[in-house]
T-cell receptor
Framework: DSGVTQTPKHLITATGQRVTLRCSPRSGDLSVYWYQQSLDQGLQFLIQYYNGEERAKGNILERFSAQQFPDLHSELNLSSLELGDSALYFC???????????FGQGTRLTVV | AQSVTQLGSHVSVSEGALVLLRCNYSSSVPPYLFWYVQYPNQGLQLLLKYTTGATLVKGINGFEAEFKKSETSFHLTKPSAHMSDAAEYFCAVKGVTGGGNKLTFGTGTQLKVEL
């Protein structure tokens, strides 16, 4: 158990809809990272938050947004969903100056 | 910018044989390097990491990797493969981007272990 909790584990939704993925980092970790894993793109970095502030942005679509709350949990919002958004979405957390990132079990999103 | 190249998207070995998964990195600063393993329908689990110090690092499940700066490599090895090692393996490098940091992953190597 990595200590990083992601909910839900599975999500099936229709095209055009909006979903929210949730991540609770390890206790004490201030950084949260979101990654998308798909067969054609591999593991793609989406965004990093540190103590509530956005710190780094990767290949995140404009239809996607994220935030980190005062209790340090984070949410990834995906809107106007398309079939191609079907993927495994991972959250990871790390402490300041971390030498190891801990990954959650992921949320498998299926858009139909 | 940092990047990682994993040679061989699929590797097949016999049980008891040597496992060698290749990873080359590119980094403008001294790298932090990682190997993660992903079992089917599961998350990423850290196998081992190199940050500073000893260049031969040992990880879980009998795996080890050697950081070779001159070759910009961080290959993963295990002397004797076990059926339970069948999984996908990812090499990653920690890098700085904008005001933050991230892990950049390779494309992964699927390891198959045969009887």
């Amino acid at each position: 158990d990595s200590g990083v909790t992601q909910t839900p584990k599975h999500l099936i939704t229709a095209t055009g809809q909006r979903v929210t993925l949730r991540c609770s980092p390890r206790s004490g970790d201030l950084s949260v990272y979101w990654y998308q894993q798909s067969l054609d793109q591999g593991l793609q970095f989406l965004i990093q938050y540190y103590n509530g502030e956005e710190r780094a942005k990767g290949n995140i679509l404009e239809r996607f947004s994220a935030q980190q709350f005062p209790d340090l949990h984070s949410e990834l919002n995906l809107s106007s969903l398309e079939l191609g958004d079907s993927a495994l979405y991972f959250c990871a957390s790390g402490g300041q100056g971390w030498t190891e990132a801990f990954f959650g079990q992921g949320t498998r999103l299926t858009v139909v | 910018a940092q990047s990682v190249t994993q040679l061989g998207s699929h590797v097949s070995v016999s049980e008891g044989a040597l496992v060698l998964l290749r990873c080359n990195y590119s980094s403008s600063v001294p790298p932090y390097l990682f190997w993660y393993v992903q079992y089917p329908n599961q998350g990423l689990q850290l196998l081992l990491k190199y940050t500073t110090g000893a260049t031969l690092v040992k990880g879980i499940n009998g795996f080890e990797a050697e950081f070779k700066k001159s070759e910009t490599s961080f290959h993963l090895t295990k002397p004797s493969a076990h059926m339970s090692d069948a999984a996908e393996y990812f090499c990653a490098v920690k890098g700085v981007t904008g005001g933050g940091n991230k892990l950049t992953f390779g494309t992964g190597t699927q390891l198959k272990v045969e009887l």
